[in-house]
């Protein structure tokens, strides 16, 4: 198919060059050039503008940082929803407000373009070997006819229902990795402070019923001391935020995640935006004064490429 992708971060280069390897024809866009041309040479095409990248594509494909950004870049008479070619189709996989969603949807359909969000879950790692989890929302039968398109991106595809279904359940996900995060990392705490070496902690959790995908993940760049999740605490609190304002709108009581939320904020006032995620952890070694590392634990999980992080 002719796909112009818009968005070629941590997340977005590794699916564009999926579906280049999966035989697509893509036209990708960001505002880094040096993004671009490392999708040319995956062997992929590089556009000049959003513009150039979907005026001739079958399917648009946005994934993108921030509900700032979409705004930006899709509605509107200079979006990219007016340079669509009708009949075609926008799939958002950027995680966004379900609301905001609903709405530029609406413009879509006024330009007899199709949409489905397809918010993607499980690590930049698996975006880059192709293990991306991918929840989708919007009108099942178009779900169906795409499916291959999306499962050349990702593992497991998850229909969650019509459209904002797929962004409800991002925002929750994310939370509870958060949350989970958080609480791997005082267990490990408790681990260090009790004088149990710290590999076999993480092993006896990571076999256990105390285990969690955040812990068996995030929690090897804790004890190799990087950090590096590929994930900054702007995105984090971007993603807690939405999280946290469904609640509020819901009236939903959210305690637990209330008290990680603020954990998380006062990790970024320390580290600043651009600190990987995992700095929370790195908050609660600092204020007890000890430090969780093991030896044999990564840098960066298996499937980042180094070179293509930017």
């Known amino acids: 198919m002719r796909i112009g992708f818009i968005g070629l971060g941590n997340v977005g280069l590794p699916l564009a060059r999926s579906l280049v390897r999966a035989g697509h024809v893509v036209q990708g866009f960001d505002l880094d050039p040096g993004r671009v041309g490392r999708l040319v040479a995956a062997g992929g095409g590089g556009a000049t503008s959003v513009a150039n990248a979907?005026?001739?594509?079958?399917?648009?494909?946005?994934s993108l940082p921030h509900p700032r950004a979409i705004e930006a870049v899709v509605p509107g008479k200079g979006g990219m929803l007016a340079a669509m070619p009708a009949g075609s189709l926008w799939i958002e996989m950027s995680?966004?407000?379900?609301?905001?969603?609903?709405?530029?949807?609406?413009?879509?359909?006024?330009?007899a373009i199709g949409v489905l969000e397809a918010p993607v879950t499980g690590g930049v790692n698996r975006a880059w070997t192709g293990e991306i989890s991918i929840l989708v929302g919007g009108d099942e039968p178009v779900f169906a006819r795409h499916r291959a398109l999306l499962e050349a991106m990702g593992g497991a595809v998850a229909y969650m229902g019509p459209l904002g279904s797929a962004s409800v359940v991002k925002v929750i996900t994310n939370m509870l990795a958060f949350v989970h995060l958080a609480a791997s990392g005082e267990?490990?705490?408790l681990a260090k402070r009790a004088g149990v070496d710290l590999a076999r902690a993480f092993e006896g959790?990571?076999?256990s019923s105390g285990n969690s995908f955040a812990h068996e993940t995030e929690g090897q760049l804790v004890l190799s001391g990087t950090y590096d999740c590929g994930f900054t605490m702007d995105l984090a609190l971007k993603d807690f935020g939405l999280a946290m304002d469904l609640a509020a709108a819901s009236g939903t009581p959210v305690v637990i995640a209330e008290q990680v939320h603020a954990l998380f904020d006062q990790a970024r006032a320390q580290y600043g935006g651009d600190a990987w995620s995992t700095a929370a952890v790195r908050l609660l070694e600092e204020r007890i004064g000890e430090e969780l590392r093991a030896p044999g634990f990564p840098d960066v999980l298996p499937g980042v490429e180094r070179e293509e992080r930017g």
Do not use: P
């Not at 979907?54 to 946005?62: D, K, Q, S």
């Not at 995680?95 to 330009?111: I, Y």
């Open 205 to 207: 959790i990571r076999i």
């Open 54 to 62: 979907v005026g001739a594509a079958e399917v648009a494909i946005t």
């Open 95 to 111: 995680t966004t407000d379900a609301g905001a969603l609903k709405a530029h949807a609406e413009e879509a359909a006024g330009r």
């Open 187 to 189: 267990a490990m705490l």
